[in-house]
């Protein structure tokens, strides 16, 4: 729905003029700094997606005392301001979520905005740029990074350590995939991840967009997090071709566009329900049918296999691991990522389920054609302690674990994105190094010694 920030952030991003906080008197404290989201943006192909958009939220505590907020932006290199609604609604306890949209943006183009807090001797002010996305079927490459399974207060340096590796990649956004802020997603977990000064810097710039874990509903079936992002909600001929089932709390589910990916993300928490979790991926179905983009991920959080330490829970709903994989197979989806396994992982080319396994292509070049099926992606490496487990599963061509040699490290997935070639990176959060490395490519209509050649 909304929200973001915190109080410290890097030099140049946090203004403090007239320094005389509010003492007994009281005032507004921002507790968590600006940072930015898409928001409730357009699709593409519908109302209203000529156009970019950007949120900038933030949250504060205490009681106003003359308290009031602007917002201002601007294309990089212009000379006037744009001034913006400030909104607000009450949040958990004495919090208060504010947030400002920037609509009517141009793709592919750099912005600023300012963010005042005013109060009679007291004035702060946050500035930081960002970048609107690649248009649809923008064929111009990028980069984006995925992981799961991170931020924790009372261990936050691994988490701070992939924040910055990620800053530092290029990526242009983020994919969570879920357990965002243990142990629960209350208001005071995800103040780990948003306080945290590395992570503060770098998200009043990166937009994250969320997954939801099981992790993340435990305080009021995901309350918290919701007010923590700004997901699109799902309209049909707005925001989505098509709408989840009614009962779904709508920022669970939702899909944009970035260049030539289309992106969705259901709820997986639905894997304790089959009634819920069919509704769901027929919504996913109808989603994916009707975006012709040259690649199609998924994001969520529960893996359909080789979850290392939570095997038994896809003994007991053994029908989860089944519907995805044929689900995703049949829209010919390209990449699937997850977290919940605290490892990292790829698999072969998925091409469903059958007789109680999942079917695969045994494609070992890892080089993979688009259309030989999906690979799914385990990136539970955010921040959270790491796993031990081995990875005796036919369709896994490679995992890192404890136990694994190499041993998994912190770090995350980043995908370098191009009009003919997806390339997948596993990096290191101590020193940016590629891990491990695949492919999936759009093959021509030439052979070479066998294969399509590239």
């Known amino acids: 729905m909304r929200r973001a920030a915190i109080t410290v952030l890097l030099a140049g991003l946090l203004t403090v003029l007239f320094a005389s906080p509010g003492g007994a008197g009281g005032g507004l404290t921002v507790v968590r700094p600006p940072r930015v989201?898409?928001?409730d943006a357009s699709l593409s192909g519908f109302a209203g997606a000529g156009s970019d958009q950007m949120r900038v939220m933030w949250q504060t505590t205490g009681e106003p005392d003359g308290d009031r907020f602007e917002a201002e932006?601007?294309?990089v290199g212009d000379d006037a301001w744009t001034?913006?609604?400030?909104?607000?609604?009450?949040?958990?306890?004495?919090?208060?979520?504010?947030?400002?949209?920037?609509?009517?943006?141009?793709?592919?183009?750099?912005?600023?905005?300012?963010?005042r807090h005013i109060r009679a001797g007291l004035l702060q002010t946050w500035t930081q740029a960002f970048f609107t996305r690649l248009a649809s079927h923008d064929p111009r490459p990028f980069a984006f990074a995925a992981y799961g399974d991170s931020a924790w207060s009372e261990e936050i340096a691994p988490f701070e350590a992939v924040q910055r590796a990620v800053g530092e990649s290029g990526a242009s956004f983020t994919l969570l995939l879920g357990d965002n802020a243990y142990n629960s997603g209350s208001a005071a977990n995800l103040d780990a991840r948003f306080q945290a000064p590395i992570s503060a810097a770098l998200l009043a710039h990166h937009v994250e967009h969320v997954a939801f874990g099981n992790h993340d509903v435990g305080v009021d079936d995901g309350r918290?997090?919701?007010?923590?992002?700004?997901?699109?909600?799902?309209?049909?001929?707005?925001?989505?071709?098509?709408?989840?089932?009614?009962?779904?709390?709508?920022?669970?589910?939702?899909?944009?566009?970035?260049?030539g990916v289309h992106f969705v993300t259901f709820d997986s928490n639905s894997i304790t329900s089959q009634?819920?979790?069919?509704?769901?991926?027929?919504w996913v179905e109808a989603d994916l049918a009707a975006s012709d983009a040259t690649w199609k991920v998924v994001f969520t959080h529960h893996p359909v296999g080789a979850v290392v330490e939570h095997d038994d829970e896809l003994l007991v709903y053994s029908y989860y691991a089944g519907l995805v994989a044929n689900r995703l197979a049949e829209a010919r989806v390209d990449l699937f990522f997850v977290g919940h396994s605290h490892t990292y992982s790829w698999s072969y080319p998925l091409i469903g389920?059958?007789?109680?396994?999942?079917?695969?292509?045994?494609?070992?070049?890892?080089?993979?054609?688009?259309?030989?099926?999906?690979?799914?992606?385990?990136?539970g490496t955010g921040g959270r302690f790491l796993r031990p487990g081995e990875f005796d599963y036919p369709f896994i061509v490679s995992g890192f674990s404890l136990d694994s040699q190499p041993p998994a490290e912190h770090g995350f997935a980043r995908i370098q994105v191009s009009s003919l070639q997806l390339k997948v990176e596993y990096i290191a959060a101590d020193d940016g190094s590629v891990l491990a490395a695949f492919s999936i490519v759009i093959p021509t209509p030439s052979f070479a010694a066998g294969r399509f050649a590239i």
């Not at 913006?84 to 592919?108: C, I, K, M, Q």
């Open 275 to 282: 009634a819920r979790l069919e509704g769901l991926l027929n």
């Open 224 to 259: 918290p997090t919701e007010d923590g992002f700004a997901t699109p909600i799902p309209q049909a001929g707005r925001t989505a071709a098509a709408e989840p089932p009614e009962w779904e709390r709508p920022e669970h589910n939702y899909s944009f566009d970035y260049g």
């Open 83 to 115: 001034t913006t609604p400030v909104e607000s609604a009450t949040g958990p306890g004495s919090r208060v979520d504010h947030w400002a949209d920037f609509t009517g943006l141009d793709y592919n183009r750099q912005y600023e905005y300012r963010i």
């Open 37 to 39: 989201q898409l928001g």
């Open 73 to 75: 932006f601007r294309g």
């Open 353 to 379: 389920y059958d007789d109680g396994a999942l079917q695969f292509v045994p494609d070992h070049d890892r080089s993979y054609r688009q259309g030989e099926g999906f690979v799914q992606v385990v990136a």
